[in-house]
């Protein structure tokens, strides 16, 4: 059974320019759940995504977006990126809302320069 | 506001020892406690958890402690083993906002 599946892994990206990161989830799992990981801060909830609708959001401005597609996949949105948005953003799947037990992925170390 | 708070960044053991990683939270209405431990260049693993209606759960050399009156959690890992040199999460999860609250980690490093 394939794991979590974020893509791209690394990315390197210019101040004022947008983003667009991707998360599978486990086959069978219907809620996505998206952290940035930065230093001395952990991992910072962003949002949460089950049955194609956001069902939590985390204290991040609005350039911080995402979705959800049928097919549970998932994609995060950063636009008019600023230095302090580099961070390693983790994406977490969960069988079901609620699921105290969440898989992540590899994450995708994001460069903003 | 730090709600789940790990407030030693690093810990030093030798192998054979026990380890011992703390957390403390603020918010009584979390449920579950959960620890993960993540390796460099990879997510979180998740390791081991306990409902808060409990005080002890134990799997292998992990056991998670919960002191509710104290609002503290400690993981103990016996025997240490190299293997577990990693950052450890305590992370904890409101069934109501169904979300993992992090703490900063600990970097756990064993030494032969």
């Known amino acids: 059974k394939a794991g979590v599946t974020q893509t791209p892994r690394y990315l390197i990206k210019t101040r004022g320019q947008q983003v667009t990161l991707s998360c599978s989830p486990i086959?069978?799992?219907?809620?996505v759940s998206w952290y940035q990981q930065t230093p001395g801060q952990g991992l910072q909830f962003l949002f949460e995504?089950?049955?194609?609708?956001?069902?939590n959001k985390g204290n991040f401005p609005g350039r911080f977006s995402g979705r959800q597609f049928s097919n549970s996949r998932s994609e995060m949105n950063v636009s008019t990126l600023e230095l302090g948005d580099s961070a390693l953003y983790l994406c977490?799947?969960?069988?079901?809302?609620?699921?105290?037990?969440?898989?992540f992925g590899q994450g995708t170390r994001l460069t903003v320069v | 506001d730090q709600q789940v708070k790990q407030n030693s960044p690093s810990l030093s053991v030798q192998e054979g020892r026990i380890s011992i990683l703390n957390c403390d939270y603020t918010?009584?209405?979390?449920?579950?406690f959960l620890w993960y431990k993540k390796y460099p260049a990879e997510g979180p693993t998740f390791l081991i958890s306990?409902?808060?209606?409990?005080d002890k759960n134990e799997d292998g050399r992990f056991t998670v402690f919960l002191n509710k009156s104290a609002k503290h959690l400690s993981l103990h890992i016996v025997p240490s083993q190299p293997g577990d040199s990693a950052v450890y999460f305590c992370?904890?999860?409101?069934?109501?906002?169904?979300?993992?609250?992090f703490g900063t980690g600990t970097r756990l490093q064993v030494t032969l």
């Open positions: 992370a904890a999860w409101t069934g109501t906002a169904s979300k993992l609250t």
């Open positions: 086959s069978g799992h219907r809620s």
């Open positions: 918010n009584s209405m979390f449920d579950y």
């Open positions: 977490a799947s969960s069988l079901a809302r609620g699921g105290t037990e969440a898989f």
């Open positions: 306990i409902s808060s209606i409990k």
């Open positions: 995504y089950f049955s194609e609708t956001q069902r």
